[in-house]
């Protein structure tokens, strides 16, 4: 059974960081991609980043460049999202995504069940 298991969301100020952890079992990342997605309240779930396996090549959303680093520990069979300079609008579900390139929903293989990130103003 596959199972994705984020950890590290909160509450945090404008300006602030959070580093949100998704851990697989049952699933590893050789030939995949591995990434986050977002839903904020009534808004469509959203692409933030993705990292493929293979070569380390990443995606971000134009909203989120310069901002967040995704990374991952194939060993731990872990993906980081670090999240800085956080901004209201980032506020959301933040949601792990097993096979994320392209980063749309629909091509999605896997979800985590989502952690809530909040960031007041």
């Known amino acids: 059974e596959v199972q994705l298991v984020e950890s590290g969301g909160g509450l945090v100020q404008s300006g602030g960081s959070l580093r949100v952890s998704c851990k697989a079992s049952g699933f590893t990342f050789d030939g995949d991609a591995i990434g986050w997605f977002r839903q904020a309240p009534g808004k469509e779930r959203e692409g933030v980043s993705c990292i493929a396996s293979s070569d380390g090549s990443t995606y971000y959303a134009d909203s989120v460049k310069g901002r967040f680093t995704i990374s991952s520990d194939s060993a731990e069979n872990t993906v980081y999202l670090q999240m800085n300079r956080l901004k209201p609008e980032d506020t959301a579900i933040y949601y792990c995504?097993?096979?994320?390139?392209?980063?749309?929903?629909?091509?999605?293989?896997?979800w985590g069940q989502g952690t809530q990130v909040t960031v007041s103003s």
């Open positions: 995504a097993a096979s994320c390139f392209p980063p749309f929903p629909k091509y999605v293989s896997y």
